[in-house]
């Protein structure tokens, strides 16, 4: 209870960001969905989505290395140990309602797949609808996927259940980010060194 007191605003802010970056990825995807729509190009999307999610990571990173930084602050005042774990758990606790729709849509593929497709596809559609929308920034990462499996031309089975492990598969990126780029900021070092000002290494 003590930490999720202490890191709720760390939480939220992370789940905050995500939803930016969903609105931001549904209208780059209507937009270039709508301009290449008569010629079924899907590579278009496809670049767009890889730009999001780039763009979205790169947030996440900035973001939790600002928060490993404060947190490392505070720890020396405190003249506790860094904990530079934290940040996976911060981020695997954001993603909760993406687990939750992932969890839906993984029992209504299952539903789906041993023969019960009506009642599969409805329990798969109340989670594939809003995870749609919270991960539209892997939109057309996603659609390149399944369309690569074949499961679509196939009317396999055992698409909702791919798709599901898909979207969840989808969470991971987010995860690892956000727990790195704590570490980073936790233990103050940067991918790219900050530039030295000064007359450092400079003979006088």
Known sequence: MGFWKKHSYQVVRLFIIQ??????????????????????DQIPLLMVSIFSVLFYLFLLYSVAWEMGGKDRLSLDAQHASPRGGTGFLLSTLSEIPNFLLCLLMLIGGTIYASGATVGGSRVFGIGYLPDTFLNSMYTGILRALLNATG????????????TGLLFLLATLPAILVVGFGYWMGMYEKRIIPARRTGNDGKNS
């Open 19 to 40: 939803i930016g970056i969903t609105i931001f990825g549904l209208v780059l995807s209507f937009a270039v969905s709508t301009a290449f729509r008569e010629r079924d």
């Open 151 to 162: 499961l679509v031309q196939n009317e396999s089975r055992t698409y909702f259940l791919v």
